[in-house]
């Protein structure tokens, strides 16, 4: 019996071996693969869990594929520590992996990935690099179903990035290799992809509309590709709720308030039921948003006060957290509370201003289409208004105004400093027209020929002739004319070997006849080159600091920007910029 027992319980840890580690079957993998990616905007838990199904496969193009998958779930609940982290053990495994077709198929996959997590992390440069990456790897085997996904993710960028055109371009063109090919794509495929390029389209209509608020054809198209992803995402929750909503602000947009109305409440109730907090945040906003518009300011506090407990619980829905806090100080200065009114207008420029300087390019919703610039105001001038009053109510309202007076202060200070750069940008320039190369040429040869009897009464005391002196400028002026000064070897004393002298007489010729040192001197050139390359080369603008520094005789970029800013008074980089801004306008 004994025997029998031993025999079992070791049959048994077997078994439990061969379940803790384990190859799946390519059958195996594809289907775990698709149902993972299924559930991507539907059921991320799902997803989850089909991943970790994959991730326990011993094969390294599985679970390079399942750590691709977890961090780009981590990124949409908005983790982006473990999506790093799990992307960079996605490109490990991926790159242990034999070569094959399977291996350049998944490398794409986890490209993409890449790229989602950095667009949902707002590094758009970064995102872009990854899909162009992920897009050579597809094309290398003709994967059209991965090609498609791509170029939407691409189309994305240029929607975040304001090119609306161009995105709808792009996007159309995958709807039509997604209606050209449709025999590659499985029915569910088939179905996330006609939503998410019909939900796309519609977004970029609408912003195009809200650049162009005249041509309401574009808002027309906008409604009908919102119409049409519903057809499609009745699996793809996250696409469904964002249509109906899109649908309202339309309505809104049209004036059919009790349609908007309608819309939003529909998404509140369906995004309450599916647990989707995002989406319930931002129907609370917008159906906020509506009230107040009408006037029914309880009704609209309810609503706002509702997207700031959402936001403070959990950190979603910041852009709609920041707003909220606008139009609740808005409410509660319309209702004669000038504390609460004080209080949220606080919160609102503390946000605002954080916010104002993140790349944030996406599409907004029309609901906070409002000029920056008057909302600020409007927020100063309630402050303004009901600062004495609470002053004596409240002691810590001395605390706020303060705060208050501060941003202000160091906003001037920098608007101040920026001007300054400005304007020295501008003597820069007006200098280069009447001082180009030619001219600092011009001015050596007239500096030989200025000496005088003033000069050998000087040089009596030195050892050098006007003769020899005459000599080493014009043999300065021959290097110069050969750039020689951009080498990292123009130093004094390999200057003076080449127009054989000593360092001694070398100074005392730059000195006497430039009135500066001999760093002054060459750095001086230096600094002239770049200035003057940056001024007519764009491509030398798209260049580093450290590139720029490199190619004018600079070991680093430290030293360059240093002397840079000594020279023209800014540094190289608020320089370019400056360039760049006003070729555009």
């Known amino acids: 019996?004994?025997?029998?027992?031993?025999?079992?319980?070791?049959?048994?840890?077997?078994?439990?071996?061969?379940?803790d580690k384990s190859v799946l079957s390519n059958e195996e993998y594809l289907t775990l693969q698709d149902k993972t990616r299924a559930y991507f905007n539907s059921n991320k838990d799902s997803s989850f869990f089909y991943a970790t199904k994959i991730e326990k496969s011993d094969n390294a193009i599985h679970k390079a594929f399942s750590s691709g998958a977890k961090g780009y779930l981590y990124a949409m609940k908005g983790d982006f520590t473990n999506a790093e982290k799990y992307y960079k053990?996605?490109?490990?495994?991926?790159?242990?992996?034999?070569?094959?077709?399977?291996?350049?198929?998944?490398?794409?996959?986890?490209?993409?990935?890449?790229?989602l997590i950095d667009w949902l992390n707002g590094k758009f440069p970064n995102a872009l690099d990854n899909y162009f990456a992920a897009k050579k790897l597809s094309e290398s085997i003709n994967d059209i179903v991965q090609i498609v996904k791509i170029n939407n993710n691409i189309a994305l960028i240029d929607g975040d990035a304001g090119n609306y055109s161009k995105a709808i371009a792009t996007t159309k063109e995958s709807d039509r290799i997604i209606e050209a090919n449709s025999h590659l794509f499985s029915e569910s495929q088939y179905n996330i992809n006609k939503s998410n390029v019909n939900i796309n389209l519609g977004v970029y209509y609408e912003s195009l509309f809200l650049k162009n608020i005249t041509k309401t054809h574009l808002c027309d198209s906008a409604f009908y590709y919102f119409n049409k992803t519903l057809k499609y995402s009745d699996d793809i929750m996250e696409n469904k709720l964002k249509a109906q909503k899109e649908m309202g602000i339309i309505y809104f947009l049209k004036n059919r308030i009790v349609e908007a109305e309608k819309a939003y409440v529909s998404v509140l109730t369906q995004a309450?039921?599916?647990?989707?907090?995002?989406?319930?945040?931002?129907?609370?906003y917008n159906l906020g948003f509506l009230k107040y518009r009408a006037k029914q300011f309880e009704a609209a506090l309810v609503y706002f006060q509702k997207v700031d407990s959402i936001y403070k619980s959990s950190g979603s829905n910041y852009i709609e957290y920041i707003h909220s806090n606008y139009y609740l100080a808005k409410i509660y200065d319309t209702l004669g509370e000038p504390e609460k009114a004080l209080e949220y207008s606080r919160i609102y420029l503390d946000n605002f201003e954080k916010n104002e300087f993140k790349n944030y390019q996406n599409v907004l919703d029309v609901n906070y289409k409002i000029g920056n610039q008057d909302l600020e105001k409007e927020m100063n001038t309630i402050q303004k208004e009901h600062k004495n009053e609470v002053f004596f109510k409240n002691s810590m309202i001395g605390f706020f105004t303060f705060l208050f007076i501060t941003l202000s202060v160091l906003f001037i200070i920098n608007y101040k400093r920026r001007k300054a750069a400005e304007q020295k940008i501008t003597t820069i320039l007006k200098e280069h027209e009447l001082n180009d190369a030619a001219q600092n040429?011009?001015?050596?040869?007239?500096?030989?020929?200025?000496?005088?009897?003033?000069?050998?009464?000087?040089?009596e005391v030195s050892s050098i002739s006007l003769d020899n002196e005459k000599e080493l400028l014009q043999k300065l002026k021959s290097l110069e004319e050969k750039m020689f000064y951009l080498r990292p070897e123009f130093t004094q004393?390999?200057?003076?070997?080449?127009?054989?002298?000593?360092?001694?007489?070398?100074?005392?010729?730059?000195?006497?006849?430039y009135n500066k040192s001999f760093s002054v001197y060459y750095n001086e050139l230096?600094?002239?080159?770049?200035?003057?390359?940056?001024?007519?080369?764009?491509?030398?603008?798209?260049?580093?600091?450290?590139?720029i520094a490199e190619s004018v005789g600079f070991k680093n970029a430290d030293s360059f920007a240093s002397s840079f800013k000594k020279k023209t008074g800014v540094t190289p980089y608020q320089f370019i910029n400056e360039i760049k801004k006003r070729e555009l306008c």
């Open 1 to 19: 019996m004994s025997r029998i027992i031993f025999f079992i319980c070791f049959l048994n840890s077997l078994i439990v071996l061969s379940q």
């Open 89 to 115: 053990n996605a490109v490990k495994f991926i790159k242990n992996a034999p070569k094959s077709y399977s291996k350049t198929q998944n490398e794409s996959y986890i490209y993409n990935y890449g790229g």
């Open 272 to 284: 309450k039921s599916a647990n989707f907090e995002k989406e319930y945040c931002n129907a609370n």
């Open 441 to 459: 040429h011009k001015s050596l040869i007239s500096s030989i020929a200025v000496l005088n009897e003033a000069d050998k009464v000087t040089r």
């Open 493 to 513: 004393q390999e200057v003076a070997k080449k127009i054989k002298t000593n360092t001694t007489y070398l100074s005392y010729v730059v000195n006497k006849n």
């Open 526 to 547: 230096r600094i002239n080159y770049a200035v003057n390359e940056i001024i007519n080369n764009l491509k030398y603008r798209e260049y580093t600091t450290q590139a």
